[in-house]
């Protein structure tokens, strides 16, 4: 049982049990430099956010089973009809229908290229990727899109060639379980637990 507060839907509702908001005992703040005078308190707390997912949960259910979701505007009234998007949209942003969603693995693995990148040295809290980050912007032919992801081999370069992997063993079911290597990337040097 999770120390922290877990959710589920049961009957089209969020059942929740434990606890979502947690305090600790404060301490106080003194100033050593003069005369241990009070300053303040800390004021430690923990708070469990519940994050609804939507109509987008397809995406992210998807990525543990090496599957990448994207929408399109399928709408024959809109300009943009035919217009593909990733990452996934609900709705389309010019006529406001709703998306029709499309699997996009494929030219993911075949028409993927790094649009430019950014090498993150020290990330900032709550960071649970290994540094330095190398932030990628995935640039896929057919896609209007950028995708923002990360590269977990080699070292990036602008319009290198790269293929998804999956985090397919325990994924973590958000966007961490999809990540990108140089194309001729062996087996072996991708992450433990993630897959082609
Ligand atoms: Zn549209």
Request: some cysteine.
């Amino acid at each position: 049982m999770s120390k922290y507060g877990t959710a589920m839907v049961k009957n089209g509702r969020y059942k929740i049990s434990g606890d979502f908001h947690r305090i600790s005992p404060h301490t106080t703040i003194r100033d050593a430099d003069n005369y241990n005078r009070l300053v303040g308190i800390t004021k430690p707390g923990e708070i469990t956010h519940i994050h609804s997912y939507g109509s987008e949960a397809v995406f992210f259910e998807g990525l543990g089973k090496k599957i990448i979701y994207g929408t399109r505007c399928d709408n024959p009234e809109c300009e943009s009809q035919g217009t593909v998007y990733l990452p996934f949209r609900i709705h389309c942003p010019d006529c406001l229908n709703k998306n029709s969603v499309v699997e996009l693995t494929d030219l993911c693995r075949k028409h993927a290229r790094i649009h430019t990148f950014m090498v993150c040295e020290r990330a900032g809290a709550f960071n649970v990727l290994k540094e330095p980050v190398k932030f990628i912007d995935v640039e896929i032919e057919g896609v209007s899109t950028i995708l923002m992801s990360y590269l977990s081999y080699g070292e990036p370069e602008i319009g290198m060639r790269i293929i998804p992997i999956f985090k397919t063993i325990d994924p973590g079911c958000s966007i961490l379980d999809l990540s990108w290597v140089p194309a001729d990337t062996y087996e072996e040097n991708i992450p433990q637990g993630f897959g082609f």
